[in-house]
């Protein structure tokens, strides 16, 4: 009987061991493990994460920048800090892009003197301002409506006859100028490659037969006013290509 009561006893005490040894392992998890139960960050966490950008600069927010109403007198380094380097410079003029609208201004000692821009629907936002900065309505003007408000007008052209293939030559009408009017110039030209362009010159140039060939040739016409009225009435049912505004726009006489 004593016998059986050691051998319960001994067999007592290997199960307590065994049990505190399962609780210990329990409650101390090994490091390694806990480890690998650990995962990395999502992707998706990680994509979500804002980036920097380089700020975007729309055409349309350029444009908004440069006041095409009040840029004669501007210094052409202001105006190029905010629209950047010219394209292209041919002697004074130096040509620039907006969106898709294309214009040049003339640099007279580092400050612009004239504007030119095309009467397009490119050119349209900008145009308009031009237009209405100098009196005129605006949309897509003819000589007609410019030589209502700003005439009598004055005719001037860089040829006539014997032009060659080095440019295209171009028909004007220039008004304004005069004091009340800051002596600003407007000056509507016309590129003579179209039919009806070309058909006004041929009227021009035929009421100037008199006077003898070299006054054709020579451009002598532009040094006097004797086919104001004709040129504007040869002109008028044309569409107006290129709309220029400044000082000092007369072509020289020869």
Known sequence: MKQVSIWLAAGAAFLTFWAGFALHAALTPNAPA??????????????AQPTAQAPATSPEAT???????????????????????AREIVNSSRNY???TCDFSLKDEKGAVASITVPNTNACAPERDVVLKSVGLPTGKIKFSTFIKVKGPTSFQSD?????????????????GGSHSENWIEVRMGVAQVSGAALEASDKIQ???RAEGPDYVSDTKFNCD?????VAEKAMAPL??????VGYDLSIKCN
């Open 34 to 47: 806990v480890a690998l139960e650990q995962s990395p960050k999502p992707l998706a966490a990680v994509s």
């Open 63 to 85: 444009a908004k920048t440069l006041d095409f109403g009040h840029l004669l007198g501007v210094q052409i380094a202001y105006v190029e800090s905010k629209i950047g380097p």
């Open 97 to 99: 892009r907006i969106g």
């Open 159 to 175: 040829c006539l006859s014997l032009c060659g293939n080095a440019a295209d030559p171009w028909l004007y009408l220039s008004g």
């Open 206 to 208: 035929t009421s100037m």
């Open 225 to 229: 006013r004797k086919y104001d009225q």
């Open 239 to 244: 569409i107006v290509e290129s709309i220029e």
